[in-house]
């Protein structure tokens, strides 16, 4: 399989951010897009005719197992927690992400589905990295809920390849940020910062500012789905990532010199659940994958400022 | 703190194998002792006036959080899944070990408990091994769901002493052996051998009987646990094992020739579950835990055998 065209897709957490985006790529690329999820976050971002919108929830299986029926081909994006929320609660955290997912994957091993892609978290399986880039045989030591969570969601993924032959690939997915990336429910922090800075709202930081993370636009986020889709290789884990770091001190002043505002910042305490520094070594991605990280970060920046002025207000 | 004199303990999982031994070792050794499980395999063992036996379910939260209270010193034993049983039921495997877990590390941060020890599984968690004997920082891929869960349980165990200062010790126990192991519900292959050769039944193998495991004799583990109990350094993980492995075929031909009795041996289909040769690297927990193994394999063996025949018989 080297082309898109014959896929029947089904994209789990559709309406969300990653969702929503790999929807629209995928829309006319493949036989068949389902989009399945609790809610679209922006309902005219999925109407093409093309895309079959089925809403449930991930918890409710046999909602699941009906929009998966007849599918080759699963997204599987939806997170239930951040991994601040998931330190509050890591039981509601194990039930609502790895519990749900067994149930999927016996979903998918009883429809004979062909590969299931699983978006995990670049930012927090590591835990703190002792080595920057970090590469993904990197010791998996997360200081979060969340980060436990999609770990076990990973060895889930080979023991069911493993028993019963379904095909995986996992992508350890850095900081992603772009348009349909909502400023509400902690989802990213660059669009919680455009938005303040668009509404001359004082920006927020947990901690002093220093905090490093590897920020990704999101369209190349996209791209590593679709290869992931198409690999053959012997490799099965990713990071996704644009390779470099940046402070949380540089974005606010890269988003306020793109629109020249100058936005006040006031500084929390520091979170548990984060770690200082994130950026990850994306080698593997590029070669296996033959994929790489084509924008430049000002430049989705920018793409980001604008679609939040003149595209959507929260 | 560096005898054992002082500690406040609880056993979870008590009356079972590994907790009847432990409990008969740590009595009169430990200020206190508390014997937690569903029911004694042998309630003779665990009469000694100093052994509290508490009755409960490890799902009961609050029967849980009553038998922990005071003490400093909890040793986690409980599984209640098997390698092969785990792969039928993994949602079940995973509610009844990972999430009550969980439940027991909110009892135990909210109680002020000193220090966790959990018994994990070295025959899985590493699943087919690149390296043997196979030290503690070779990669993680178990082919069962209950290595996952021993698996997640330590990164959980992590995560709470990161959070809230509980302190953890993890043994990657081998394949124990010795007395009160029961020949029923699949707890070892040594104890099921010993009761056919003695019962003149013939030994059902899965596999060829080519399997390579690291067996210790039951005492040697005890005294790891006790060693971990009291450990300073800056080291989590342990593997426990005797470092060396036998084959099933090996266990068959030893357990005859002790008893001159020759038994007929049938060959099954071998186990999705069962990983072709385990064998642990123990020079960490030499010299971390200043612990080794001190039983002689035939010796461990006959001490279980001489055990089968005349105190227990299933």
Redesign the interface.
């Given at each position: 399989m080297n082309d898109l065209s014959s896929l029947r897709c089904i994209v789990l957490g559709a309406g969300g951010f990653v969702g929503t985006n790999l929807c629209r790529s995928l829309v006319g690329q493949v036989d068949t897009l389902r989009a399945f999820g609790r809610r679209q976050s922006f309902p005219e971002a999925l109407s093409h005719k093309d895309i079959d919108w089925i809403p449930g929830d991930f918890s409710d299986s046999s909602a699941l197992a009906s929009a998966v029926s007849g599918c080759d081909t699963v997204y599987h994006l939806i997170t239930s927690t951040t991994p601040a929320s998931s330190?509050v609660d890591?039981?509601y955290d194990?039930?609502a992400n790895?519990?749900s997912t067994?149930?999927l994957l016996d979903i998918c091993k009883d429809q004979n589905v062909r590969r299931v892609i699983f978006v995990s978290s670049g930012g927090t399986v590591y835990g703190i990295p002792n080595q920057i880039p970090t590469p993904e045989?990197s010791?998996?030591?997360?200081?979060?809920?969340y980060g436990?969570s999609k770990?076990?969601i990973e060895?889930?993924l080979?023991?069911y390849e493993?028993?019963y032959g379904l095909e995986y690939r996992i992508l350890r997915v850095s900081n992603p940020f772009g348009p349909f990336q909502t400023a509400i429910r902690s989802q990213g922090v660059i669009s919680a910062f455009i938005h303040k800075v668009l509404n001359n709202r004082p920006i927020e930081v947990w901690g002093d500012g220093s905090i490093v993370r590897d920020y990704i636009y999101i369209d190349d986020v996209v791209d590593a789905l679709k290869s992931a889709s198409l690999h053959n290789g012997s490799e099965r884990i990713f990071n996704i990532g644009s390779g470099s770091g940046k402070s949380l001190t540089e974005i606010i002043d890269a988003i306020s010199h793109l629109r020249s505002i100058d936005t006040p910042t006031r500084y929390l305490d520091a979170r548990?659940s984060d770690v200082p520094t994130s950026i990850l070594d994306i080698s593997l991605a590029k070669e296996a994958l033959s994929w790489q990280p084509k924008s430049n970060f000002l430049d989705g920046l920018n793409k980001t400022v604008a679609w939040q002025e003149h595209d959507f207000n929260v």
């Open positions: 330190n890591k039981l194990l039930q790895v519990a067994l149930h045989n010791p998996l030591n997360p200081i979060c809920a436990i770990l076990a060895k889930y080979a023991l493993h028993l548990a």
